[in-house]
């Protein structure tokens, strides 16, 4: 290959050309060309790997002075140079010759070229062909070719993958919009589920999120009685000619789904209608009807029913975005029946033994008894369904004592909870399982639920709702007992985890969690289907199941979470396991041909002996797990150790801001952007970054400091839709701090602020920027709005109008975070951008890679070519900055170069000073 003084320039070149090109073949062929000009090659091609032939290569470019492979030319990778180098991943040199067997050897030596290098093609952590190169007879391949052809192999790696991922990510992207869509509509619906004050406003309220995620003309929600439905029509785009109010059970697509108590899909209901209520929305039109069941303890106590008049196709996203619905529908149906509110007097039950109207709904469609119980501990009233599983008729149950349905030896125990709850205030609760004995003698476990009522003198003062758990001797809290001996199934459910957590932790024995969670699940769904993932889920279940210890508990809580509950064994025990989990995940590799998948879990371990309950030590192990996830995947974080992380969930994170955005508990920090000289890095500008401060209260342990930055919060943020009113609140902040303090202003360039995704696609928000932005003393094109590389690729044309408007406001613009997408760079040129700020991945190591520093020189060239100014962020070195200032990176920050501080003391007491000498010692 030549060895010119220009060919790291001409390297670059390749680099920024690739990065430009906007499909494979131009790729290919732009490779192939400069291969064979620039290396002095007799010919360079590419083959891949052939769709419809795995035992051969179909080359797809070609080129150089000695002739060039005709265009789907197929080589065979048995005894080949090109098949060596695609199954052993590494660059392949050998000397062609007519007594060898490689096919592309002979065709070489006829064209007089006899030295060869084959170097293997990846599209991610899979070779999918190989890049070619061979030399004129006589020629010698030297290091240096070998070299400079990997470098070139990596360039071209790194392209091909960007376009796979693009083709592959277009589904994907619009299933990610989707996502984010119903997300929204779930957390909105959550919230306001949790303060809705009746039955009716939950099913108004979902009966809006169901009309807002589906494509929906109708939706209603029938509510199950004894051999009847009473409907409800929540939204009606297409009224339905007398729709029932009341409909017969029997023989109705609604007993169906409440009989399989599953959600049910019917995609013609206007060919030949098998269901009555099917009919009459056949004759408005409506062609698709979902059903779906809320369940409450174990029943179906509602029935949402949608239509439409077209068909519905509902991807798993959206069926999971249903059920969350659905869930969230039962949870906030039960958080009624048992809240002090709802209290049932005795007087309501001389009038109906089953309470209120969801009461009794909950309890005639489910497992449940009911009993009222007086202060002396007779029983008052009873429910049927009560009197049936006792065994005991309403004449023998009512003003026995409530101690009788208990075994003799745990009566004592029983009465002593239940005259605790007596002398307790009303509506104050008890939970507890225990045996109960029925008329013939027989023990049941029973999950007890016991509600002081609010009662007059003489009636009944507590309410016991009660749910057969079956005939199962759980573990006892006894020190010294073995929990072996009362094993559940191999597998539990989360359910059952919970029964667990209450009941088997030995008494003055350590006890230990671990929460187990694989890695990229939803991009392996997305890109190989679910059968993949279930599976990957199911050889990684095995493998859980077969490594636990003989005491321990295994369950399966949710999708691709797993816990082991280890009884009597510490954090060190449970950090072993874990090890042995995540090193054993690595060895499963599931798929075949394109879609093979190496597996990877992120665990997280908490003690729960010293958390202060059961369900406190799940959270402290879940969110080590995220930590773990947080740094990186595929490692082992223990709750409370460097990195862990506190266990707070979204909504706790959302009450905070909510109160910071009322109570000044949000404030803007600044951190330099410097420009990249050595010898004089000069403060040019502030990004603006958003912390949360002074708002913890009793709860100030569960975080680490009193600052706490916006990476913790913001998720939580623009889940349940708070996010915009946090940017607007950035915006009037940075105004008013820049408009009280106009010379520290004048002596900035540049002043950079985030916007979220969900600002960027929000019709009012240029509006307020408008009205925000008219405070006098602000000069606009000092303030630079960012957002990301992802937000402006899943909303390209949205995120491209918002930024053209930003410009026509008089401010600037900047793309965030980018390359660590690669994804966007052929766009750059299609967006009004003045800035590009480059992610610190390609930062980090940057003098010991030199093939992030050639990506970083064509970013650098293409962002010249296109007028804008370049700022590298996580700068941290003295090394870091010289290599910047060599590449042509135009400005820097990083903890190196300043770390972030309280802006309303920089503009009091100015910009800290950064000493050359310091930086460079």
């Given at each position: 290959m030549?060895?010119?003084?220009?060919?790291?320039?001409?390297?670059?070149?390749?680099?920024?050309?690739?990065?430009?090109?906007?499909?494979?073949?131009?790729?290919?062929?732009?490779?192939?060309?400069?291969?064979?000009?620039?290396?002095?090659?007799?010919?360079?091609s590419i083959a891949l790997i052939?769709?419809?032939?795995?035992?051969?290569?179909?080359?797809?470019?070609?080129?150089?002075?000695?002739?060039?492979?005709?265009?789907?030319?197929?080589?065979?990778?048995?005894?080949?140079?090109?098949?060596?180098?695609?199954?052993?991943?590494?660059?392949?040199?050998?000397?062609?010759?007519?007594?060898?067997?490689?096919?592309?050897?002979?065709?070489?030596?006829?064209?007089?070229?006899?030295?060869?290098?084959?170097?293997?093609?990846?599209?991610?952590?899979?070779?999918?062909?190989?890049?070619?190169?061979?030399?004129?007879?006589?020629?010698?391949?030297?290091?240096?070719?070998?070299?400079?052809?990997?470098?070139?192999?990596?360039?071209?790696?790194?392209?091909?993958?960007?376009?796979?991922?693009?083709?592959?990510?277009?589904?994907?992207v619009a299933r990610e919009r989707r996502l984010q869509t119903q997300t929204r509509e779930v957390g909105r619906t959550g919230l306001a589920l949790s303060t809705a004050g009746s039955p009716q406003e939950v099913y108004e309220t979902v009966g809006r999120a169901l009309a807002s995620i589906m494509p929906v003309d109708r939706v209603s929600v029938a509510l199950p009685r004894s051999d009847y439905f009473d409907v409800i029509v929540l939204v009606d785009k297409v009224p339905v000619t007398s729709p029932p109010e009341r409909l017969a059970a029997p023989g109705t697509a609604m007993s169906f789904v409440v009989a399989h108590r599953e959600m049910k899909v019917w995609q013609d209901v206007r060919g030949k209608p098998a269901y009555p209520e099917h009919r009459a929305l056949a004759e408005a039109g409506?062609?698709?009807?979902?059903?779906?069941?809320?369940?409450?303890?174990?029943?179906?106590?509602?029935?949402?029913?949608?239509?439409?008049?077209?068909?519905?196709?509902?991807?798993?996203?959206?069926?999971?975005?249903?059920?969350?619905?659905?869930?969230?529908?039962?949870?906030?149906?039960?958080?009624?029946?048992?809240?002090?509110?709802?209290?049932?007097?005795?007087?309501?039950?001389?009038?109906?033994?089953?309470?209120?109207?969801?009461?009794?709904?909950?309890?005639?469609?489910?497992?449940?008894?009911?009993?009222?119980?007086?202060?002396?501990?007779?029983?008052?009233?009873?429910?049927?369904?009560?009197?049936?599983?006792?065994?005991?008729?309403?004449?023998?149950?009512?003003?026995?004592?409530i101690t009788s349905l208990y075994p003799t030896a745990d009566r004592p125990e029983r009465w002593r909870r239940m005259a605790a709850l007596v002398a307790a205030e009303p509506g104050q609760v008890d939970v507890w399982e225990a045996p109960m004995v029925d008329a013939a003698g027989r023990q049941r476990l029973v999950r007890h639920t016991v509600r002081r009522l609010d009662s007059a003198p003489g009636e009944a003062v507590m309410l016991i709702v009660a749910q057969d758990v079956g005939p199962v001797r759980l573990p006892s809290r006894r020190a010294g007992e073995s929990v072996v001996e009362a094993r559940l199934p191999e597998v539990i459910d989360r359910r059952e985890l919970d029964r667990w957590l209450a009941v088997a932790i030995p008494v003055g024995a350590p006890t230990s969690l671990c929460f187990v969670d694989v890695d990229h699940m939803r991009l392996i769904n997305e890109i190989s289907g679910r059968q993949v993932g279930d599976a990957i889920l199911g050889r990684l279940l095995g493998f859980l199941a077969a490594a636990i210890g003989t005491e321990d508990v295994l369950a399966r809580l949710d999708g691709d979470d797993f816990a082991i509950l280890m009884p009597g064994r510490g954090v060190a025990a449970a950090f072993d396991l874990a090890e042995r989990v995540r090193a054993a995940a690595r060895d499963l590799?599931?798929?075949?041909?394109?879609?093979?998948?190496?597996?990877?879990?992120?665990?997280?371990?908490?003690?729960?002996?010293?958390?202060?309950?059961?369900?406190?030590?799940?959270?402290?192990?879940?969110?080590?797990?995220?930590?773990?996830?947080?740094?990186?995947?595929?490692?082992?974080?223990?709750?409370?150790?460097?990195?862990?992380?506190?266990?707070?969930?979204?909504?706790?994170?959302?009450?905070?801001?909510?109160?910071?955005?009322?109570?000044?508990?949000?404030?803007?920090?600044?951190?330099?952007?410097?420009?990249?000289?050595?010898?004089?890095?000069?403060?040019?500008?502030?990004?603006?970054?958003?912390?949360?401060?002074?708002?913890?209260?009793?709860?100030?342990?569960?975080?680490?400091?009193?600052?706490?930055?916006?990476?913790?919060?913001?998720?939580?943020?623009?889940?349940?839709?708070?996010?915009?009113?946090?940017?607007?609140?950035?915006?009037?902040?940075?105004?008013?701090?820049?408009?009280?303090?106009?010379?520290?202003?004048?002596?900035?360039?540049?002043?950079?602020?985030?916007?979220?995704?969900?600002?960027?696609?929000?019709?009012?928000?240029?509006?307020?920027?408008?009205?925000?932005?008219?405070?006098?003393?602000?000069?606009?094109?000092?303030?630079?709005?960012?957002?990301?590389?992802?937000?402006?690729?899943?909303?390209?044309?949205?995120?491209?109008?918002?930024?053209?408007?930003?410009?026509?406001?008089?401010?600037?613009?900047?793309?965030?975070?980018?390359?660590?997408?690669?994804a966007s760079f052929s766009y750059l040129r299609k967006l009004p951008l003045d800035l590009l700020k480059i992610d610190g991945s390609l930062i980090v190591d940057l003098r010991d890679c030199p093939a992030n520093q050639h990506i970083l020189a064509a970013i650098i060239q293409v962002a010249r070519a296109l007028g804008m100014q370049t700022v590298a962020e996580c700068v941290d070195s003295p090394d870091e900055l010289d290599t910047l200032a060599r590449i042509g990176v135009d400005f820097a920050q990083g903890f190196g170069l300043g770390v972030p501080e309280p802006l309303p003391r920089l503009l009091a007491h100015g910009w800290p000073v950064l000493d050359s000498t310091v930086l460079r010692s």
């Open positions: 030549s060895g010119d003084s220009n060919r790291d320039a001409d390297l670059a070149g390749l680099v920024q050309g690739a990065l430009l090109a906007e499909s494979e073949q131009e790729l290919f062929q732009l490779i192939a060309d400069w291969l064979a000009e620039q290396a002095d090659a007799g010919r360079a052939a769709e419809d032939d795995p035992n051969s290569a179909e080359v797809l470019a070609s080129a150089g002075p000695s002739g060039r492979w005709p265009i789907g030319f197929r080589v065979k990778l048995d005894n080949s140079g090109v098949g060596r180098a695609i199954d052993t991943g590494q660059v392949q040199t050998w000397t062609a010759s007519r007594d060898r067997l490689e096919v592309e050897g002979v065709s070489l030596a006829d064209a007089g070229m006899r030295e060869l290098i084959n170097a293997p093609l990846w599209d991610g952590a899979r070779v999918i062909g190989s890049l070619n190169y061979a030399k004129r007879d006589g020629d010698t391949i030297t290091a240096q070719d070998v070299g400079r052809l990997t470098e070139v192999a990596a360039i071209l790696s790194l392209n091909l993958g960007r376009f796979r991922l693009l083709s592959r990510g277009r589904e994907a409506m062609h698709a009807v979902v059903s779906m069941p809320v369940m409450v303890s174990g029943a179906v106590a509602a029935l949402f029913d949608t239509a439409c008049a077209n068909r519905v196709e509902l991807g798993p996203d959206t069926r999971q975005a249903l059920r969350a619905l659905t869930d969230l529908t039962g949870a906030a149906l039960e958080r009624m029946a048992m809240r002090p509110n709802s209290t049932v007097t005795a007087g309501q039950f001389g009038n109906n033994p089953l309470g209120d109207h969801l009461l009794r709904e909950v309890v005639e469609e489910s497992s449940l008894l009911m009993l009222a119980v007086r202060a002396d501990g007779t029983i008052a009233e009873s429910s049927r369904f009560a009197e049936q599983q006792i065994g005991r008729d309403a004449g023998s149950l009512r003003e026995a004592p590799v599931v798929g075949s041909g394109e879609n093979v998948h190496r597996i990877s879990v992120s665990v997280g371990v908490a003690a729960l002996d010293d958390s202060p309950d059961p369900e406190t030590g799940l959270r402290d192990a879940e969110a080590a797990c995220y930590a773990a996830k947080a740094a990186g995947r595929d490692r082992v974080a223990v709750s409370g150790g460097p990195g862990s992380g506190p266990s707070i969930s979204d909504a706790r994170w959302v009450e905070w801001v909510r109160w910071a955005l009322d109570h000044d508990g949000l404030q803007l920090f600044g951190q330099p952007i410097r420009r990249t000289d050595p010898a004089a890095p000069q403060l040019v500008g502030l990004e603006l970054l958003l912390r949360l401060v002074n708002v913890f209260g009793s709860d100030r342990s569960q975080v680490e400091g009193d600052v706490v930055p916006a990476g913790r919060f913001i998720p939580a943020c623009e889940r349940f839709g708070l996010i915009e009113v946090v940017d607007r609140w950035v915006v009037r902040e940075l105004v008013s701090s820049l408009a009280a303090h106009p010379d520290r202003y004048a002596e900035l360039s540049m002043v950079s602020v985030n916007l979220s995704a969900c600002s960027v696609q929000s019709p009012d928000f240029l509006d307020f920027l408008l009205d925000a932005l008219s405070v006098p003393g602000i000069e606009r094109s000092k303030i630079v709005f960012e957002v990301t590389e992802t937000t402006a690729m899943m909303n390209f044309s949205t995120a491209g109008r918002f930024l053209r408007a930003v410009n026509e406001l008089g401010c600037s613009c900047a793309l965030d975070d980018f390359g660590s997408g690669f």
